[in-house]
Protein backbone atom coordinates (compact mmCIF):
# COMPACT_ATOMS: atom_id res chain seq x y z
CA UNK A 1 0.00 0.00 0.00
CA UNK A 2 2.86 2.33 0.92
CA UNK A 3 4.18 1.71 -2.58
CA UNK A 4 1.41 2.63 -4.16
CA UNK A 5 0.62 5.57 -2.64
CA UNK A 6 4.66 6.83 -2.83
CA UNK A 7 3.84 6.02 -6.80
CA UNK A 8 0.31 8.37 -7.08
CA UNK A 9 2.33 10.60 -5.02
CA UNK A 10 5.21 10.74 -7.53
CA UNK A 11 2.83 10.86 -10.78
CA UNK A 12 1.51 13.88 -9.37
CA UNK A 13 4.37 15.48 -8.68
CA UNK A 14 5.93 15.28 -13.04
CA UNK A 15 4.62 17.71 -15.41
CA UNK A 16 2.21 16.47 -17.92
CA UNK A 17 2.99 14.72 -20.55
CA UNK A 18 1.72 15.18 -23.74
CA UNK A 19 2.85 14.67 -27.73
CA UNK A 20 4.66 17.23 -28.95
CA UNK A 21 3.31 19.22 -31.87
CA UNK A 22 3.95 17.82 -35.21
CA UNK A 23 5.36 14.32 -33.43
CA UNK A 24 2.13 12.32 -34.48
CA UNK A 25 1.22 13.56 -37.79
CA UNK A 26 -2.26 12.92 -39.09
CA UNK A 27 -3.88 12.72 -35.72
CA UNK A 28 -5.04 16.34 -35.36
CA UNK A 29 -5.02 18.30 -38.49
CA UNK A 30 -5.77 22.05 -38.82
CA UNK A 31 -8.39 22.20 -41.63
CA UNK A 32 -11.01 24.98 -43.16
CA UNK A 33 -14.76 24.01 -42.41
CA UNK A 34 -16.00 25.26 -45.19
CA UNK A 35 -13.61 23.28 -47.81
CA UNK A 36 -14.15 20.17 -45.46
CA UNK A 37 -17.96 20.79 -45.56
CA UNK A 38 -17.82 21.41 -49.02
CA UNK A 39 -15.86 18.65 -49.99
CA UNK A 40 -18.17 15.99 -47.41
CA UNK A 41 -21.34 17.04 -49.09
CA UNK A 42 -20.01 16.47 -52.36
CA UNK A 43 -18.86 13.14 -51.72
CA UNK A 44 -22.08 12.44 -49.75
CA UNK A 45 -24.47 13.89 -52.92
CA UNK A 46 -22.22 12.16 -55.21
CA UNK A 47 -23.04 8.87 -53.12
CA UNK A 48 -26.58 9.19 -53.18
CA UNK A 49 -27.01 10.01 -56.89
CA UNK A 50 -24.79 6.73 -57.71
CA UNK A 51 -25.58 4.54 -55.23
CA UNK A 52 -28.56 5.02 -54.42
CA UNK A 53 -31.57 7.26 -56.16
CA UNK A 54 -31.22 7.69 -59.50
CA UNK A 55 -31.77 4.53 -61.90
CA UNK A 56 -29.54 3.58 -64.85
CA UNK A 57 -30.93 4.67 -68.12
CA UNK A 58 -30.42 1.21 -69.32
CA UNK A 59 -31.87 -1.41 -67.26
CA UNK A 60 -34.21 1.44 -65.53
CA UNK A 61 -32.90 -0.23 -62.34
CA UNK A 62 -31.17 1.35 -59.26
CA UNK A 63 -28.89 -0.38 -57.66
CA UNK A 64 -31.12 -1.87 -54.69
CA UNK A 65 -33.20 -3.05 -57.41
CA UNK A 66 -30.44 -5.03 -59.35
CA UNK A 67 -28.98 -6.33 -56.17
CA UNK A 68 -32.64 -7.64 -55.40
CA UNK A 69 -32.06 -9.38 -59.13
CA UNK A 70 -28.98 -10.37 -59.38
CA UNK A 71 -29.19 -12.05 -55.85
CA UNK A 72 -32.26 -13.68 -56.40
CA UNK A 73 -31.40 -15.31 -59.53
CA UNK A 74 -27.86 -16.36 -58.16
CA UNK A 75 -29.78 -18.16 -55.39
CA UNK A 76 -31.84 -19.98 -58.02
CA UNK A 77 -35.21 -18.34 -57.20
CA UNK A 78 -36.27 -18.84 -60.95
CA UNK A 79 -40.19 -19.07 -61.72
CA UNK A 80 -40.45 -22.64 -61.76
CA UNK A 81 -38.75 -23.31 -58.51
CA UNK A 82 -40.71 -22.76 -55.07
CA UNK A 83 -40.91 -19.33 -53.36
CA UNK A 84 -38.68 -18.88 -50.77
CA UNK A 85 -39.16 -16.38 -47.95
CA UNK A 86 -38.63 -12.91 -48.42
CA UNK A 87 -36.28 -12.05 -45.27
CA UNK A 88 -33.90 -14.51 -46.85
CA UNK A 89 -33.96 -12.70 -49.90
CA UNK A 90 -33.05 -9.66 -47.90
CA UNK A 91 -30.56 -11.12 -45.49
CA UNK A 92 -28.42 -12.56 -48.59
CA UNK A 93 -29.04 -9.09 -51.11
CA UNK A 94 -27.77 -7.05 -47.29
CA UNK A 95 -25.43 -9.37 -46.53
CA UNK A 96 -23.57 -10.10 -49.89
CA UNK A 97 -24.16 -6.49 -52.23
CA UNK A 98 -26.39 -4.02 -50.90
CA UNK A 99 -25.16 -3.17 -46.56
CA UNK A 100 -27.81 -0.18 -46.17
CA UNK A 101 -30.26 -1.94 -44.37
CA UNK A 102 -33.00 -4.75 -44.46
CA UNK A 103 -35.98 -1.80 -44.59
CA UNK A 104 -34.98 -0.38 -47.15
CA UNK A 105 -34.31 -3.78 -49.60
CA UNK A 106 -37.75 -4.85 -48.69
CA UNK A 107 -39.84 -2.03 -49.53
CA UNK A 108 -37.77 -2.29 -52.89
CA UNK A 109 -38.73 -6.16 -53.29
CA UNK A 110 -42.06 -5.52 -52.34
CA UNK A 111 -42.55 -2.60 -55.37
CA UNK A 112 -41.77 -4.74 -57.80
CA UNK A 113 -44.08 -7.90 -56.59
CA UNK A 114 -47.30 -5.19 -56.82
CA UNK A 115 -49.16 -4.90 -59.69
CA UNK A 116 -50.61 -1.63 -58.87
CA UNK A 117 -46.76 0.06 -58.91
CA UNK A 118 -45.49 -1.91 -61.72
CA UNK A 119 -46.77 -2.15 -65.07
CA UNK A 120 -44.98 -5.30 -65.71
CA UNK A 121 -43.87 -7.02 -61.84
CA UNK A 122 -40.59 -8.56 -61.64
CA UNK A 123 -41.43 -10.48 -58.50
CA UNK A 124 -43.69 -12.84 -58.14
CA UNK A 125 -45.08 -12.05 -54.30
CA UNK A 126 -46.95 -15.12 -52.27
CA UNK A 127 -48.40 -13.15 -49.54
CA UNK A 128 -49.52 -9.89 -48.24
CA UNK A 129 -47.78 -7.43 -49.93
CA UNK A 130 -50.02 -4.51 -49.18
CA UNK A 131 -52.31 -2.85 -51.13
CA UNK A 132 -52.80 1.63 -52.05
CA UNK A 133 -53.87 2.13 -49.07
CA UNK A 134 -52.00 -0.37 -46.24
CA UNK A 135 -48.60 -1.82 -46.09
CA UNK A 136 -47.29 -5.26 -46.79
CA UNK A 137 -46.56 -7.98 -44.17
CA UNK A 138 -43.74 -8.07 -42.21
CA UNK A 139 -40.72 -10.08 -44.65
CA UNK A 140 -40.85 -12.95 -42.24
CA UNK A 141 -44.41 -13.78 -43.38
CA UNK A 142 -44.32 -12.78 -46.75
CA UNK A 143 -42.67 -15.26 -49.98
CA UNK A 144 -40.66 -14.48 -53.17
CA UNK A 145 -39.22 -15.70 -56.53
CA UNK A 146 -38.05 -13.72 -59.52
CA UNK A 147 -41.16 -13.64 -61.99
CA UNK A 148 -40.93 -14.30 -65.66
CA UNK A 149 -40.66 -11.08 -66.65
CA UNK A 150 -37.09 -11.04 -64.40
CA UNK A 151 -35.24 -13.04 -66.08
CA UNK A 152 -35.29 -11.36 -69.20
CA UNK A 153 -33.55 -9.30 -67.17
CA UNK A 154 -30.89 -11.32 -66.05
CA UNK A 155 -30.87 -13.38 -68.92
CA UNK A 156 -27.26 -13.87 -70.16
CA UNK A 157 -25.36 -12.08 -67.57
CA UNK A 158 -23.26 -15.04 -67.47
CA UNK A 159 -22.25 -14.75 -71.02
CA UNK A 160 -19.85 -11.49 -70.94
CA UNK A 161 -22.95 -9.81 -71.95
CA UNK A 162 -22.05 -6.69 -68.92
CA UNK A 163 -19.61 -5.21 -66.79
CA UNK A 164 -19.07 -6.82 -63.32
CA UNK A 165 -17.45 -4.80 -60.45
CA UNK A 166 -16.94 -5.23 -56.81
CA UNK A 167 -19.25 -5.36 -54.39
CA UNK A 168 -19.14 -3.13 -51.16
CA UNK A 169 -15.84 -5.58 -49.15
CA UNK A 170 -14.60 -6.29 -52.59
CA UNK A 171 -14.82 -9.73 -51.86
CA UNK A 172 -17.72 -10.54 -54.38
CA UNK A 173 -18.48 -9.33 -58.01
CA UNK A 174 -22.05 -7.57 -58.90
CA UNK A 175 -23.23 -6.85 -62.36
CA UNK A 176 -22.92 -2.55 -62.87
CA UNK A 177 -25.71 -3.05 -65.26
CA UNK A 178 -28.41 -6.46 -66.21
CA UNK A 179 -28.60 -7.32 -69.58
CA UNK A 180 -32.77 -5.72 -69.60
CA UNK A 181 -34.09 -7.61 -72.47
CA UNK A 182 -36.81 -4.78 -73.05
CA UNK A 183 -36.45 -0.67 -72.06
CA UNK A 184 -37.54 -1.13 -67.90
CA UNK A 185 -37.34 2.29 -66.99
CA UNK A 186 -40.00 3.95 -69.55
CA UNK A 187 -41.98 0.12 -68.72
CA UNK A 188 -41.94 0.35 -65.36
CA UNK A 189 -40.82 3.80 -64.59
CA UNK A 190 -39.83 4.80 -60.91
CA UNK A 191 -39.23 7.43 -58.51
CA UNK A 192 -36.08 8.57 -56.54
CA UNK A 193 -34.81 11.66 -54.70
CA UNK A 194 -31.52 12.88 -54.80
CA UNK A 195 -29.23 15.41 -53.67
CA UNK A 196 -30.04 18.65 -55.78
CA UNK A 197 -32.22 16.58 -58.19
CA UNK A 198 -34.92 14.12 -58.45
CA UNK A 199 -36.53 11.55 -61.12
CA UNK A 200 -40.23 10.76 -61.88
CA UNK A 201 -40.96 8.27 -64.55
CA UNK A 202 -44.19 7.20 -65.39
CA UNK A 203 -45.06 3.87 -66.41
CA UNK A 204 -45.65 2.63 -70.09
CA UNK A 205 -47.59 0.26 -72.33
CA UNK A 206 -45.01 -2.51 -72.49
CA UNK A 207 -46.65 -3.59 -76.08
CA UNK A 208 -46.27 -0.32 -77.33
CA UNK A 209 -42.59 0.72 -76.40
CA UNK A 210 -41.46 -2.42 -77.72
CA UNK A 211 -43.02 -1.11 -81.05
CA UNK A 212 -41.37 2.41 -80.72
CA UNK A 213 -38.26 0.85 -80.18
CA UNK A 214 -38.20 -1.29 -83.22
CA UNK A 215 -39.18 1.28 -85.27
CA UNK A 216 -36.27 3.62 -84.41
CA UNK A 217 -34.07 0.93 -84.73
CA UNK A 218 -35.22 0.71 -88.34
CA UNK A 219 -35.26 4.72 -88.56
CA UNK A 220 -32.56 6.45 -86.76
CA UNK A 221 -33.92 9.44 -87.85
CA UNK A 222 -37.27 9.37 -86.67
CA UNK A 223 -39.52 12.27 -85.32
CA UNK A 224 -41.22 12.87 -82.01
CA UNK A 225 -44.31 12.46 -83.56
CA UNK A 226 -43.64 9.20 -85.40
CA UNK A 227 -42.53 7.84 -82.07
CA UNK A 228 -45.43 9.09 -80.39
CA UNK A 229 -47.67 7.12 -82.82
CA UNK A 230 -46.35 3.86 -81.00
CA UNK A 231 -46.18 5.45 -77.52
CA UNK A 232 -49.43 7.75 -77.25
CA UNK A 233 -48.82 8.23 -73.62
CA UNK A 234 -47.87 6.90 -70.26
CA UNK A 235 -50.06 3.33 -69.40
CA UNK A 236 -50.52 2.89 -65.63
CA UNK A 237 -51.07 -0.37 -64.21
CA UNK A 238 -53.84 1.21 -62.38
CA UNK A 239 -55.69 2.53 -65.50
CA UNK A 240 -57.43 5.85 -65.35
CA UNK A 241 -58.00 8.76 -68.16
CA UNK A 242 -54.83 10.94 -69.21
CA UNK A 243 -55.91 14.25 -69.65
CA UNK A 244 -53.61 16.72 -70.83
CA UNK A 245 -51.51 15.48 -74.63
CA UNK A 246 -49.60 18.89 -74.60
CA UNK A 247 -48.31 17.74 -71.30
CA UNK A 248 -47.34 14.35 -72.50
CA UNK A 249 -45.50 15.93 -75.69
CA UNK A 250 -43.29 18.12 -73.91
CA UNK A 251 -42.10 15.59 -71.53
CA UNK A 252 -41.24 13.63 -74.40
CA UNK A 253 -39.32 16.66 -76.46
CA UNK A 254 -37.63 17.72 -72.96
CA UNK A 255 -37.86 15.23 -70.23
CA UNK A 256 -40.07 17.05 -68.20
CA UNK A 257 -43.96 17.60 -67.99
CA UNK A 258 -46.87 17.31 -66.26
CA UNK A 259 -50.50 16.23 -67.16
CA UNK A 260 -53.68 15.07 -65.42
CA UNK A 261 -54.97 11.56 -65.21
CA UNK A 262 -58.61 11.06 -63.76
CA UNK A 263 -60.79 8.21 -62.43
CA UNK A 264 -62.68 6.25 -64.57
CA UNK A 265 -66.48 6.37 -63.36
CA UNK A 266 -69.63 4.54 -64.41
CA UNK A 267 -72.72 6.46 -64.01
CA UNK A 268 -75.98 4.55 -63.64
CA UNK A 269 -79.15 3.59 -61.44
CA UNK A 270 -78.16 2.09 -57.99
CA UNK A 271 -81.63 1.98 -56.88
CA UNK A 272 -84.69 1.85 -58.96
CA UNK A 273 -84.94 5.72 -57.72
CA UNK A 274 -81.35 6.90 -57.33
CA UNK A 275 -78.47 7.58 -59.59
CA UNK A 276 -75.10 7.00 -58.75
CA UNK A 277 -71.37 7.12 -59.61
CA UNK A 278 -69.20 4.01 -59.56
CA UNK A 279 -65.25 4.27 -59.81
CA UNK A 280 -63.75 2.05 -61.40
CA UNK A 281 -60.28 3.11 -61.85
CA UNK A 282 -58.15 5.40 -59.55
CA UNK A 283 -55.32 7.64 -60.71
CA UNK A 284 -51.46 6.15 -60.26
CA UNK A 285 -50.69 5.84 -56.42
CA UNK A 286 -54.43 6.56 -55.12
CA UNK A 287 -56.06 4.59 -53.06
CA UNK A 288 -59.80 4.07 -52.57
CA UNK A 289 -59.72 4.55 -48.51
CA UNK A 290 -57.73 8.05 -49.42
CA UNK A 291 -60.71 9.01 -51.92
CA UNK A 292 -63.99 7.95 -49.48
CA UNK A 293 -62.61 9.76 -46.73
CA UNK A 294 -61.56 12.74 -48.57
CA UNK A 295 -65.48 12.76 -50.40
CA UNK A 296 -67.00 12.24 -46.95
CA UNK A 297 -65.16 15.12 -45.49
CA UNK A 298 -66.57 17.58 -48.39
CA UNK A 299 -69.82 16.17 -47.94
CA UNK A 300 -70.14 16.73 -44.31
CA UNK A 301 -68.69 19.72 -44.80
CA UNK A 302 -71.22 20.39 -47.49
CA UNK A 303 -68.87 21.65 -49.64
CA UNK A 304 -70.07 19.44 -52.64
CA UNK A 305 -73.85 18.71 -52.86
CA UNK A 306 -75.93 15.86 -53.73
CA UNK A 307 -74.06 12.97 -52.23
CA UNK A 308 -76.48 10.30 -50.13
CA UNK A 309 -73.77 7.96 -48.90
CA UNK A 310 -70.40 6.19 -50.25
CA UNK A 311 -69.98 2.27 -50.19
CA UNK A 312 -66.44 0.82 -50.81
CA UNK A 313 -66.62 -2.55 -52.44
CA UNK A 314 -62.98 -2.83 -53.19
CA UNK A 315 -61.56 -6.01 -52.66
CA UNK A 316 -58.36 -7.48 -54.39
CA UNK A 317 -60.38 -10.00 -56.52
CA UNK A 318 -62.52 -7.29 -58.08
CA UNK A 319 -60.50 -4.10 -57.70
CA UNK A 320 -61.67 -0.19 -57.28
CA UNK A 321 -65.42 -0.31 -56.84
CA UNK A 322 -66.17 2.88 -54.71
CA UNK A 323 -70.40 3.73 -55.07
CA UNK A 324 -71.55 7.37 -54.82
CA UNK A 325 -75.08 7.17 -53.84
CA UNK A 326 -76.70 10.40 -55.29
CA UNK A 327 -79.58 12.61 -53.87
CA UNK A 328 -82.59 12.80 -55.92
CA UNK A 329 -82.83 15.74 -57.88
CA UNK A 330 -79.10 16.22 -58.85
CA UNK A 331 -76.96 15.79 -62.24
CA UNK A 332 -74.40 12.86 -62.07
CA UNK A 333 -72.40 14.69 -64.44
CA UNK A 334 -72.12 17.95 -62.33
CA UNK A 335 -71.29 16.29 -58.91
CA UNK A 336 -68.77 14.19 -61.12
CA UNK A 337 -66.76 17.61 -61.76
CA UNK A 338 -67.19 18.46 -58.55
CA UNK A 339 -65.65 15.08 -57.27
CA UNK A 340 -62.88 15.47 -60.04
CA UNK A 341 -61.70 19.16 -59.05
CA UNK A 342 -61.55 19.15 -55.34
CA UNK A 343 -60.82 15.00 -54.30
CA UNK A 344 -57.86 12.94 -55.16
CA UNK A 345 -60.36 11.09 -58.53
CA UNK A 346 -57.80 13.88 -60.27
CA UNK A 347 -54.47 14.17 -59.93
CA UNK A 348 -51.47 15.68 -61.81
CA UNK A 349 -48.52 13.33 -62.61
CA UNK A 350 -45.23 15.51 -63.60
CA UNK A 351 -42.37 13.45 -65.64
CA UNK A 352 -39.04 14.22 -64.74
CA UNK A 353 -37.14 12.16 -66.62
CA UNK A 354 -33.40 11.99 -65.00
CA UNK A 355 -30.88 9.08 -65.28
CA UNK A 356 -27.67 8.16 -65.28
CA UNK A 357 -25.96 8.00 -68.79
CA UNK A 358 -22.49 6.58 -69.00
CA UNK A 359 -21.98 7.60 -65.07
CA UNK A 360 -23.72 10.90 -65.05
CA UNK A 361 -26.96 12.60 -64.79
CA UNK A 362 -29.08 13.55 -67.56
CA UNK A 363 -32.36 14.64 -68.60
CA UNK A 364 -33.72 12.63 -71.42
CA UNK A 365 -36.18 13.03 -73.33
CA UNK A 366 -38.56 9.82 -75.26
CA UNK A 367 -36.21 9.66 -78.28
CA UNK A 368 -33.26 9.63 -76.10
CA UNK A 369 -34.40 7.16 -73.50
CA UNK A 370 -35.29 4.78 -76.18
CA UNK A 371 -31.61 5.23 -78.08
CA UNK A 372 -29.51 4.85 -74.85
CA UNK A 373 -32.00 1.18 -74.57
CA UNK A 374 -30.72 0.34 -78.18
CA UNK A 375 -26.92 1.14 -77.46
CA UNK A 376 -27.31 -0.87 -74.46
CA UNK A 377 -28.87 -3.89 -76.28
CA UNK A 378 -26.73 -3.98 -79.46
CA UNK A 379 -23.83 -3.75 -77.08
CA UNK A 380 -25.16 -6.83 -75.14
CA UNK A 381 -25.70 -8.74 -78.06
CA UNK A 382 -21.96 -8.27 -79.62
CA UNK A 383 -20.76 -9.58 -76.13
CA UNK A 384 -23.11 -12.09 -75.91
CA UNK A 385 -22.39 -13.35 -80.24
CA UNK A 386 -18.69 -13.01 -79.49
CA UNK A 387 -18.35 -15.14 -76.24
CA UNK A 388 -20.52 -17.83 -77.64
CA UNK A 389 -18.48 -17.83 -80.77
CA UNK A 390 -15.29 -18.05 -78.60
CA UNK A 391 -17.36 -21.02 -76.55
CA UNK A 392 -18.27 -22.89 -79.78
CA UNK A 393 -14.80 -22.21 -81.24
CA UNK A 394 -12.91 -23.99 -78.30
CA UNK A 395 -15.27 -27.00 -78.12
CA UNK A 396 -14.83 -27.71 -81.88
CA UNK A 397 -11.20 -27.04 -81.15
CA UNK A 398 -11.82 -30.40 -78.45
CA UNK A 399 -13.99 -32.33 -80.53
CA UNK A 400 -11.50 -31.98 -83.68
CA UNK A 401 -9.05 -33.40 -81.10
CA UNK A 402 -11.46 -36.56 -80.42
CA UNK A 403 -12.38 -37.57 -83.27
CA UNK A 404 -8.18 -37.13 -84.01
CA UNK A 405 -8.03 -39.91 -81.24
CA UNK A 406 -11.21 -41.82 -81.91
CA UNK A 407 -9.86 -43.86 -84.99
CA UNK A 408 -7.49 -45.41 -82.94
CA UNK A 409 -8.59 -45.20 -79.33
CA UNK A 410 -6.54 -48.29 -78.49
CA UNK A 411 -3.51 -46.38 -79.45
CA UNK A 412 -4.68 -43.76 -77.22
CA UNK A 413 -5.06 -46.12 -74.49
CA UNK A 414 -1.94 -47.82 -75.01
CA UNK A 415 0.78 -44.57 -74.90
CA UNK A 416 -1.75 -42.86 -71.53
CA UNK A 417 -0.79 -46.43 -70.04
CA UNK A 418 2.48 -46.83 -71.06
CA UNK A 419 3.98 -43.33 -70.40
CA UNK A 420 5.91 -42.64 -67.33
CA UNK A 421 4.08 -39.24 -66.55
CA UNK A 422 1.07 -37.05 -67.41
CA UNK A 423 3.82 -34.83 -69.21
CA UNK A 424 4.95 -37.70 -71.56
CA UNK A 425 1.73 -39.19 -72.18
CA UNK A 426 1.07 -35.60 -73.38
CA UNK A 427 3.79 -34.43 -75.72
CA UNK A 428 3.32 -37.91 -77.08
CA UNK A 429 -0.52 -38.10 -78.00
CA UNK A 430 0.79 -34.30 -79.58
CA UNK A 431 3.28 -35.87 -81.75
CA UNK A 432 1.82 -39.61 -82.64
CA UNK A 433 -2.40 -37.54 -83.11
CA UNK A 434 -0.89 -33.91 -84.49
CA UNK A 435 -2.94 -32.22 -81.36
CA UNK A 436 -2.22 -29.18 -80.04
CA UNK A 437 -1.74 -28.63 -75.93
CA UNK A 438 -5.10 -28.08 -75.10
CA UNK A 439 -6.54 -30.87 -77.26
CA UNK A 440 -4.28 -33.18 -75.89
CA UNK A 441 -4.81 -31.87 -72.26
CA UNK A 442 -8.50 -32.28 -72.57
CA UNK A 443 -8.09 -36.06 -74.03
CA UNK A 444 -5.60 -37.00 -70.71
CA UNK A 445 -8.03 -35.42 -68.27
CA UNK A 446 -11.18 -37.33 -69.58
CA UNK A 447 -11.86 -40.44 -67.99
CA UNK A 448 -11.01 -43.76 -69.45
CA UNK A 449 -14.49 -45.26 -69.29
CA UNK A 450 -15.89 -42.10 -71.31
CA UNK A 451 -13.34 -41.91 -73.61
CA UNK A 452 -13.77 -45.81 -75.17
CA UNK A 453 -17.38 -45.22 -75.20
CA UNK A 454 -17.44 -41.99 -77.00
CA UNK A 455 -19.50 -42.35 -80.94
CA UNK A 456 -17.52 -41.00 -83.69
CA UNK A 457 -20.87 -40.47 -85.57
CA UNK A 458 -21.67 -38.22 -81.92
CA UNK A 459 -18.58 -36.29 -82.44
CA UNK A 460 -19.15 -35.49 -86.18
CA UNK A 461 -22.36 -33.89 -85.68
CA UNK A 462 -21.75 -32.15 -82.59
CA UNK A 463 -18.49 -31.25 -84.87
CA UNK A 464 -20.98 -30.20 -87.75
CA UNK A 465 -23.66 -28.46 -85.49
CA UNK A 466 -20.74 -26.38 -84.01
CA UNK A 467 -19.33 -25.34 -87.50
CA UNK A 468 -22.92 -24.10 -88.25
CA UNK A 469 -23.52 -22.37 -85.17
CA UNK A 470 -19.95 -20.75 -85.08
CA UNK A 471 -20.59 -19.66 -88.73
CA UNK A 472 -23.99 -18.05 -88.06
CA UNK A 473 -22.29 -15.87 -85.20
CA UNK A 474 -19.69 -14.67 -87.56
CA UNK A 475 -22.08 -13.36 -89.94
CA UNK A 476 -24.06 -11.67 -87.20
CA UNK A 477 -21.17 -10.06 -85.64
CA UNK A 478 -19.78 -9.05 -89.39
CA UNK A 479 -22.61 -6.35 -89.63
CA UNK A 480 -24.07 -3.48 -87.44
CA UNK A 481 -27.44 -3.82 -89.15
CA UNK A 482 -27.44 -7.82 -88.41
CA UNK A 483 -27.17 -7.05 -85.15
CA UNK A 484 -29.87 -4.34 -84.69
CA UNK A 485 -32.22 -7.27 -86.46
CA UNK A 486 -31.18 -9.73 -83.93
CA UNK A 487 -31.62 -6.69 -81.04
CA UNK A 488 -35.86 -6.05 -82.60
CA UNK A 489 -35.88 -9.84 -83.44
CA UNK A 490 -35.54 -10.60 -79.38
CA UNK A 491 -38.03 -7.56 -78.41
CA UNK A 492 -40.84 -9.31 -80.73
CA UNK A 493 -40.28 -12.28 -78.88
CA UNK A 494 -40.65 -10.68 -75.29
CA UNK A 495 -43.84 -8.68 -76.64
CA UNK A 496 -45.46 -11.56 -77.23
CA UNK A 497 -44.28 -13.12 -74.10
CA UNK A 498 -45.41 -9.82 -72.18
CA UNK A 499 -47.03 -7.55 -73.81
CA UNK A 500 -50.69 -6.29 -72.55
CA UNK A 501 -53.38 -4.41 -73.88
CA UNK A 502 -53.19 -0.75 -72.85
CA UNK A 503 -55.15 0.48 -69.26
CA UNK A 504 -54.93 3.97 -69.14
CA UNK A 505 -57.56 5.70 -71.79
CA UNK A 506 -56.28 8.85 -73.58
CA UNK A 507 -58.69 11.67 -73.07
CA UNK A 508 -58.93 15.20 -74.39
CA UNK A 509 -57.11 18.04 -72.54
Known sequence: MATAKKAATST????????????YPGKIVDIDVSSEMSESFLEYAYSVIYSRALPDARDGLKPVHRRILHQMADMGLRPERGHVKSARVVGEVMGKLHPHGDSAIYDAL???AQSFSMQVPLIDGHGNFGSLDSGPAAMRYTEARLANAAMAMVAEADEDTVDFGPNYDGQLLEPLVLPAAYPNLLVNGGSGIAVGMATNMAPHNLGEVIAATKFLIDNPKATLNQLMKHIPGPDFPTGGELVGAEGVREAYATGKGSFKVRATVEISKVTSRKMGITIKELPFNIGPEKVVERIADLAKAKKI?????????????TGTNVVIELKNGFEPEAVLEQLYKLTPMEDAFAINAVALVKGRPQTLGLKELLQ????HRIEVVRRRSEYRKAKAEGRLSMVDGLLKAIIDIDKVIKIIRGSDDAAAAKDKLIKDFKLNDEQATYILDMPL???????????????KELKTTIAALAALLKSEENIKAQVATELTAVGKSFATPRRTRIGAA
Not at 305 to 317: A, E, K, N, V, Y
Not at 372 to 375: A, E, K, L, S
Not at 450 to 457: A, E, G, I
Open 12 to 23: KAKKPVGPKPGE
Open 110 to 112: VRM
Open 305 to 317: QGISDIIDLTDGQ
Open 372 to 375: VFID
Open 449 to 463: RRLTKMSKLELETEQ
